[in-house]
């Protein structure tokens, strides 16, 4: 067979998260951002699934707006965005199958091809992955402690005026794990009306912060609506449901329902339906505290085995929150070689850094996830790595 | 604000299905492609949900396979496919959220901006606004009561070296309800091989025969691999839960895992658990009869009431399955303007068929769906839209 696929498919590539070398049972895996299973809230969960069936399945299981059942709209609305400082209505709300989807359809709705996206370096690779289908070039802006540096950030505006989008984490950055000062963020959404270019605010860590408060989001300082903020509920909730959300202005919002609906219609009716039911009789932020409890001591153990076993050269990242740390490694050691060396002879797991950079290079770099490791396999996994490391140092 | 979206919008739209005229309380809709929410199996499936959640929580919660779980995959290999007389094996199944993504995908696998998409015409008007995203064009191909005519098809093809894929709903196809013959089928299967192109096989509707047996899928007459079937339960289990599935062979398939992977990462893992512990438990066939039973009679009764209230200058067809009738009226009546007089006046809805076509014109057709009014609502409503057209006849 002689197929022809459209041109858009050479880009893309599957995530390195599912390394077939992370299958191995005695592996411990620091490669994937998954939130801890122990932590999803089943005993509650259970009443509310029999209570949505029993007292209204046909609804509960049929085809239902693609915007989202209007009462889950309202409590994102209410709850979820007045956390990260941002006033909004359920109008404004429209939900995405996780914050993948509404980050797939930001290049689909902005993007030609050809045409610059800006985003951090290193940023988060399945984004790269959705942007590719709209075959885009990229600019990347460099970070330092504080995030994306605003004035190299004006500065490719500047050169770049027909930039379409800007993409950010700006909370617990996806690989880094750094934070956005609200000095920046206030930056950023200035900027952002003045070269009027929409920001994509991705943002599935915010409410993780392990240190002092949460940050407000980026929307938060959004005057005119120019910036698109992505929420979700997979690292504080459950991510099996895959319900995320945008939250823009009703002119930019209609493209994203349009796109939800010609791609998949809807999210699963019933999923939504057991999160709004979940968050209605409980209290989702007392829920947040507790996954935030569990996790800040497994970033805590994480930088003290970093200390304790790795070599002094290696250079970290030290997280306020979220799940990942990043290490900065000699720059003669290849990521990908020591992922195999890694996986196969020390039994322990994390993932390369090179995918995270718009461009070649940087394969000196690696990415650890303290998420879904409890205390003691992170004390033994970072001991494996650090005697595979000291080889190299 | 001056947003500049992509060129790849101007031609999505928003589907009719959704017109707010149907909001009325008052009004019998003979619009919507829903299935009758009183068939959902909610019995079976409650202690379904309890016994997944108590059995292990963390992982029906949890991330999963892009390609679903693999269950559910050997479920709808062995089960689903063998009923559509396809052999076919787990690792050429991959979940969809519902039908409608493997469409959406299927143009983003094959179609470049200005590709010729061969489908029947008139065709489902989700799939248009699926494809417009790609910026095809369309070659359009006639039906007759056994479907689309093959010796069209095959001007086409020579007419159309250049054509990227072929969509085809063969089963009670939407919006003419119409059902492919077999002997069309084999020389669809044939066509694609010799011109090498790939056939969307959209089947949502396959399992709602109401007269004789199931039609086997062209996807059973392939030899080659060229044909890809596009599976659903939206029809036949619930909607809801937004799994459908493509069945395709390994060098295919991995474009539409890449593509579900970068778009939305998976389907609902709870609902993929769901799906499976109720094909394990119960046998989906008889549940399928169940659902055929009333369906066929509320197709008995539309065809009735055609006959009884409408003039009898309406032409229509006469489906042997699935959810649709397809009427068409005067040339000189607008299916468009007709919709808002029945709706607003005569309390009764339908969807104009002027947006079925690949082209302009048509608008003297409008569909009718019995799939969600029961028998009494389904006479009433006909009575009344027997009076309205009876002004034009």
Not at 60 to 74: C, F, H, K, M, V
Not at 114 to 120: A, H, M, P, T
Not at 192 to 214: K, M, S, W
Not at 285 to 294: Q, S
């Amino acid at each position: 067979m002689r197929i022809s696929f459209a041109e858009r498919m050479k880009g893309m590539k599957g995530t390195s998260v599912r390394n077939k070398l992370f299958d191995d049972p005695m592996l411990i895996s620091f490669a994937a951002g998954k939130p801890e299973g122990k932590l999803f809230p089943a005993d509650e969960l259970i009443p509310s699934v029999i209570e949505i069936l029993q007292r209204d399945y046909q609804e509960a299981l049929q085809y239902s707006d693609t915007e989202g059942i209007p009462d889950l709209r309202s409590l994102i609305a209410e709850q979820r965005m007045r956390e990260a400082g941002v006033r909004t209505t359920a109008d404004r709300i429209t939900l995405t199958s996780g914050s993948q989807e509404g980050i797939e359809m930001s290049a689909k709705i902005f993007v030609n091809p050809g045409d610059v996206i800006i985003c951090e370096n290193p940023s988060y690779v399945g984004a790269y992955s959705a942007f590719e289908a709209y075959q885009p070039s990229y600019v990347g802006i460099s970070l330092d402690e504080d995030g994306m540096k605003m004035d190299e950030l004006e500065q490719a505006l500047k050169a770049h005026p027909e930039a379409k989008m800007i993409y950010t984490i700006p909370d617990f950055q996806n690989p880094t794990g750094i934070v956005m000062s609200d000095e920046r963020r206030r930056r950023l959404a200035q900027l952002a009306a003045e070269y009027e270019i929409p920001v994509i605010e991705d943002c599935p860590y915010g409410d993780l912060y392990y240190d002092g408060d949460r940050h407000p989001a980026v929307k938060s300082f959004d005057e005119e609506g120019w910036v698109i903020m992505l929420g979700s509920f997979s690292k504080i909730f459950c991510p099996g449901f895959r319900i995320g959300w945008v939250c823009a202005e009703p002119q930019i919002l209609e493209k994203y329902i349009l796109c939800k609906q010609s791609s998949n219609l809807q999210c699963s009716t019933l999923d939504e339906k057991i999160a709004a039911e979940y968050m209605r009789k409980f209290d989702l932020n007392t829920h947040i505290e507790e996954v935030r409890a569990v996790y800040r001591g497994r970033r805590d153990r994480m930088l003290e085995c970093i200390e304790k076993y790795l070599p002094s050269g290696v250079r970290y990242t030290k997280p306020h929150g979220g799940f990942f740390v990043w290490l900065e490694l000699k720059e003669e050691i290849d990521g990908g070689e020591l992922l195999i060396e890694a996986a196969r002879e020390a039994k322990v797991g994390f993932v390369q850094g090179g995918g995270f950079f718009t461009g070649p290079g940087h394969e000196n770099y690696i990415r650890l996830s303290y998420s879904f490791v409890d205390e003691e396999q992170i004390e033994e996994g970072m001991r494996r790595l650090g005697l595979l490391l000291k080889k190299y140092y």
